[in-house]
Structures are given as C-alpha cells and as structure tokens.
C-alpha cells in the first residue's frame, strides 16, 4: 500500500505496529513484496552492508537512487522510504529540495529520510512537505554523525540529552515529518517520545514501546555472524545456509555430480 496516511497513520499508535525493513536491490524486494511487511527503508546502511565502509558517510545521492529504482521495481506496490544521503541536504535548503526532488522524481519512492533535529532540518521538512515530499525524520544515534558520537553509541542518556531528543522529536513533528526513525535510545526514553508524539516512531534499538520497528534486512536475516548487537534478534541464519549451498555447489563440481543429466540439455 502507497498511502502514507495509512501506512504511518497516527490513529495505528497503541493499535497496530508498524513493520519496516530495509532493503537495497531488486531480488530481495520481490521477496519483501510477498510479505506482509508494512514499509520498505532504502537506508543508507547499503554503504556498511553493501559498500563494506565502516559508516554512511561515503554514500552518494547517485548511488541511492540506483539501489532504489531497483527496489522499486522489485516491490512496485509497498510504501518506499528512502535515504537522502550525508552532505545531500546539509549544505542548503536548495540543495536538500534538489535531492528529495530527484530521489523522487527519478526512483518513484513514497518519501523521503534525513537526520537530525536542527532549526534548519526542521525548516528542511516544512518546506519539503510545503513542496509536496513526504518526510520521515531519524534522531537518536544518526548514523551520518557517528564521527561526533565518537562510535556507534547509546543517545539519549541522562537528563539534558534526553529533554534534548525530546524536544527535537517534537520539533520535526511540528515541522511536518509524518513518522520518525528513532536509533539507539534507551527504553524509557522511546516510549515516553511515542506516548509524546502525534506521529508514529519507528524504533531499533529504542525498546519495545515505539509505534513500529525497523531493523537492517540483511542483519534481521543473520548474514554476518559476527555482527550481534544487543538490538538485534536474528530470525533467521542465512550466514550457514549460504555458506553451505556454497560448499556442496564446490563439492559437487569437484565430485562430477553436477550438472548431470537433469541439469543438461
Ligand atoms: O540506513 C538505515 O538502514 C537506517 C535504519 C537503520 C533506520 O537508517
């Protein structure tokens, strides 16, 4: 469903969560488009699990929009979200119109994301709905600042940096943002903001009480076996099937097994 007064609608909190996975390509979206799932997040964590880097940052607007045309038409009828990349919105509020425009006009997702709870991120989403683009914002652990942060680290602890993300929170909300990621948080302070908040929150790592829950596909489906943070439920181990379908392939061909007669023309 496209409909994103449906799919984050603020009459769902309390009721119904929300479910929202990322995606980056075009054969695990058609996967996704048989699934239930309520929302699909193009993130930019495609430059960690795709790209290899060891954060966003080197991720460009060019690249996200051809991972998320792939989506796209991978997943033709689910409600798309898609990252704006670091230093695609941060530098003007033209700049940040030119970007959301093309991430729109040229992948056909349903909305735009950014980080971030600035005077000028707030006038970014008043001015992007005004224009006609939806926006999702994302505070908490912003991944595209995790060179502040000083490391991939818990926001939002103590008193001041708390009413800090709380009154962020509500400042995007004011502005227009439909919806908000909310990373890395403690328990308590995502579900004080989602009892706060008019809009739907969209957690990982921020406790069970937010309105929905996002998580890295390739991280809810156990690709890396090495990578187990305390948010993370693996529900599934694509790590060992894809390590042994890949094993018995090499085996069989050394074998003379495959391909034999039912795999030959
Ligand atoms: O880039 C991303 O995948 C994200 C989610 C982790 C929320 O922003």
Redesign the pocket.
Known sequence: MRNVHKVYSPEKKGKEKISVV?CYDYSFAKILSETDVDSI?V???LGMVIQGNTS?LPVTLDEMIYHTKAVRRGAPDKFIVA?LPFLSYQTSIEEGIRSAGRMMKETDCDAVKIEGGSDFICELISILKQIGVPVMG?LGLT?QSVHVFGGHKIQGKGEESSAKLLREAEAISEAGAFSM?L?MIPAELGKKASLELGVPTIG?GAGPDCDGQ?L?LYDLLGLDANFQPKFLKKFADLHSIVKNAVGNFHKEIKSEEFPGKDHSF
């Open positions: 990322t997040l993130g930019d964590s966003t990252d994302h991944p990621v990373e990982i996002v890295v």
